[in-house]
């Protein structure tokens, strides 16, 4: 028998995939070094076309040529040394595609590589989690377009599906597969991080109750703010601890939070760009704070705590955190979008953006309502720089402004860190700014610099010896 479909790495991502492959009718083969994976895979196949091995060779004779072999192992130097590997048995023409969240860079110089061999290779971001992998993920692979169209079909079977659209679309060229895949993660940051300072605000200002908490996530997932992350917020309000009767597992977790890295990656090539990515630099920034946290709770007796006042009106108050958050989603979607517009330029990259928000839709982790408007914004205007300019957003965005306000306001007043949401709001504030007053930042450079700094009124550069 002849497999269609090759996954090096069984673990929970692998296996899912791989399962999910088989599920469509194709025949898939499974390569672990761990006996028990590849056992229990097998034994899980049942009657799909499944095989799975610890064997690499009979592993490459088992597959069709031009092969197509999949790796879902841990990012880093493990893909390095498990490509390594095969290409001494690998025949020309066959296809390898990195399937795991790896650094954009490392993916561009394993095409460089791959492609100067005569192999071919697609770096492709895949979103969902375990469940997606099993049912239908998001997914976003980039390079060599004639690879793409040799996996096209099995990639478009086991996607998750809006509309009965598959929510896997050619992302573009060299590194744009995981590029996206990054700035997703970027975008998750962000939206994670607004739920959490939501979380705080509800608590500690509206004397939400976690049972409350988990109502209102509940009704705010059935509107406009609907998305898989609000969702599962949700629920895990209503989660109850096993280990303590009648608490909320909630309140038992350490707030520490920790970090793979996509994030930083996010904020670290944003900053390469200059492209202005603060909701997603306050969410990486909250979880290096989050984890000093012995030097927290000292800190927090030294400096006593902050007398918190409790709103009079719940219901008043919940409104205006749902459309805070609601216009604060937006601005993550917009600053990571803008960031892509930049990097397919810069990187010639060759993203559409509305194929990026299309296939959000469904399967990856920042799957939302909101991104059918996103994509409309783009298809309408290919050229669009940022959603903020687009007339799909700008009524929205000028309605919802007044309540997040209101809601900086109230946390700073209280003494709750509100980096996220409050970055939302002054990047949208900046940006919406005919003047800000980085005349005197030039003013500063060229006193101290002879830096030089351009008129309003004239043409070229200037230069003053000031206080003379
Ligand atoms: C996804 C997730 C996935 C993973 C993140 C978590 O799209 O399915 O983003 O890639 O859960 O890597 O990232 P952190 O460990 O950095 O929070």
């Given amino acids: 028998m002849q497999y269609d479909f090759g996954m090096i790495g069984l673990g929970t991502m692998g296996r899912n995939f791989l399962l999910n492959v088989a599920d469509r009718g194709y025949a898939a083969a499974g390569l672990d070094l761990n006996a028990d994976q590849v056992a229990s895979l097998n034994e899980e196949a049942g009657h799909r076309k499944i095989q799975a091995t610890t064997d690499q060779s009979e592993f490459l004779q088992m597959l069709k040529t031009p092969r197509t072999i999949m790796l879902l192992v841990p990012a880093g130097k493990v893909v390095d040394a498990v490509i390594e590997g095969l290409l001494p048995h690998l025949d020309q023409g066959d296809l390898i595609i990195d399937g795991g969240n790896s650094h954009y860079a490392d993916t561009s110089r394993r095409a460089e590589a791959l492609q100067s061999q005569g192999f071919r290779f697609l770096g492709v971001g895949v979103s969902g989690g375990e469940e997606g992998a099993r049912k239908g993920p998001s997914i976003m692979p980039g390079g060599d377009f004639s690879a793409w169209e040799q996996v096209q079909p099995i990639l478009e079977a086991v996607s998750a599906k809006v509309d009965r659209e598959p929510c896997v679309a050619y992302m573009g060229k060299g590194a744009a597969g995981h590029y996206v895949k990054m700035v997703h993660n970027g975008i998750e940051y962000g939206m994670m991080q607004l739920l959490a300072e939501t979380y705080d605000m509800l608590r500690r200002i509206g004397g939400f109750t976690n049972a409350e908490i988990h109502e209102t996530f509940s009704e705010w997932n059935k509107g406009p703010l609907q ?242």
């Fill in 227 to 468: 998305s898989f992350l609000v969702e599962i917020t949700a629920e895990i309000f209503a989660q109850a601890d096993d280990k303590i009767e009648g608490a909320d597992l909630i309140d038992a977790i350490l707030d520490k939070a920790k970090q793979k890295g996509t994030g930083k990656w996010t904020s670290q090539t944003a900053m390469d760009l200059g492209v202005p990515v603060p909701t997603i630099d306050a969410a990486v920034t909250m979880r290096g704070l989050s984890s000093f946290w012995r030097f927290r709770q000292t800190a927090a007796q030294k400096y006593g705590s902050f007398p918190t006042e409790r709103i009079e009106n719940k219901e008043t108050f919940a409104v205006q955190l749902e459309h805070a958050l609601l216009f604060s989603f937006i601005l993550t979607y917009a600053q990571g979008l803008h960031l892509l517009s930049v990097a397919s330029e810069e990187m010639d990259l060759d993203l559409r953006l509305s194929d990026t928000a299309k296939i959000w839709r469904g399967g990856c982790i920042i799957r939302a309502e909101l991104l059918e408007d996103i994509r409309q914004a783009y298809a309408g205007n290919p050229d669009l720089a940022n959603l903020v300019g687009s007339p799909v957003f700008r009524g929205r965005l000028k309605t919802l402004l007044p309540s997040v306000r209101a809601v900086v306001e109230t946390a700073t007043q209280n003494g709750i860190p509100l980096l996220a949401l409050s970055s939302a709001l002054h990047y949208f504030e900046a940006l919406r700014a005919a003047r800000l007053p980085l005349n005197l930042v030039q003013a500063q450079r060229d006193y101290f610099g002879a830096h030089t700094y351009e008129r309003l009124d004239a043409d070229g550069t200037f230069h003053t010896e000031w206080g003379k």
